[in-house]
């Protein structure tokens, strides 16, 4: 059975402490491509493509081993591209389950400028006016926070959370007349992605705890966050994370897949050029 740590080793320190020239050379030589070549077989792809970087730095004079060694690396690249996308793969079917059945959690709302998506259980058009927030997510998976304080004027440009001892809070956004609004007989932010990461992973992670919201601005405000909205809070950034997790994985299995056929095609070209070994 192949040992491909032992051999790995051993294969290095033959090739560093031995220098030689002539047959013995090319009998080293030939040793290491036959450990990678059991590597390979043994699916140890790492391990082959370091004993064949050693062979190709240890001895650059054997052409005819170091030519042959090419197809090598191309089935040794293509085995670890076929890895990698059967993880990406797993990856991938298991964030889309998750995702999909998280789906009867999230609803759509059809607003008349643009859609955008928000926890089952969460009422859109009685938060305006309300205190609190609430989480939302856009066409594309964006989550964004807004703020809501009808009760009182603090002039607030930003919202911090604490629980447990802990605490997170928005970045400040200045009073525009849009993104900070305060036209609707209530003070009303829209929080957009890294302005609001920290507060809604925050939240989701303390959902079960009680938690404080303060709305900071020329005065603060404290108050409880009430807890539903904490959980739908949670509801929403759980799910936005699965859209950006189940992108990224898309990303990685398109990666692997060219980088597989890439592989393959090599292996290919290489096997027609390789020579018997003598």
């Known amino acids: ?45 790492s391990t082959a493509v370091m004993l064949i970087d050693s062979l190709k730095t240890t001895y650059p004079r054997q052409i005819d081993i170091r030519r042959r060694a090419l197809h090598l690396t191309a089935r040794a690249g293509e085995g670890l591209a076929l890895q990698r996308l059967q993880s990406a793969d797993s990856l991938l079917a298991a964030i889309t389950a998750e995702s999909e059945a998280m789906k009867d959690q999230i609803k759509q709302v059809d607003n008349p400028v643009e859609k955008y ?36 004027k603090v002039k607030s440009t930003a919202v911090a959370v604490e629980s447990t001892g802990e605490r997170a809070e928005t970045s400040s956004v200045a009073h525009d007349g849009e993104r ?9 932010i829209t929080f957009m992605g890294v302005e609001c990461d920290s507060l809604a992973n925050f939240i ?8 404080t919201l303060t709305f900071m601005g ?17 509801v929403v950034t759980r799910y936005a994370t699965l859209l950006r ?20 095609s090599q292996a290919a070209r290489t096997f ?4 018997p070994a003598e």
């Open 1 to 45: 059975m192949f040992n491909a740590a032992t051999k790995t080793i051993a294969g290095v320190m033959l090739a560093a402490l031995v220098a030689c020239s002539g047959d013995n050379e090319k009998k080293l030589a030939q040793a290491l491509y036959d450990q990678a070549e059991e590597a390979i077989d043994a699916a140890h792809y």
């Open 117 to 152: 998506y928000v926890a089952a259980s969460a009422k859109p058009a009685e938060f305006i006016g309300s205190d609190g927030l609430q989480a939302r997510l856009s066409p594309d998976g964006q989550l964004y926070i807004i703020s809501s304080l009808g009760s009182r």
């Open 180 to 188: 900070n609004d305060r036209s609707m007989c209530a003070e009303v």
């Open 204 to 211: 989701a992670a303390h959902a079960a705890d009680p938690i």
């Open 218 to 234: 020329e005065k603060n405000y404290s108050m409880t966050l009430p807890k539903s909205q904490a959980e739908e809070i949670a």
């Open 245 to 264: 997790r189940g992108r990224a994985a898309v990303v990685e299995k398109e990666k692997q897949q060219r980088i597989l056929d890439t592989a393959r």
């Open 272 to 275: 027609t050029e390789e020579a």
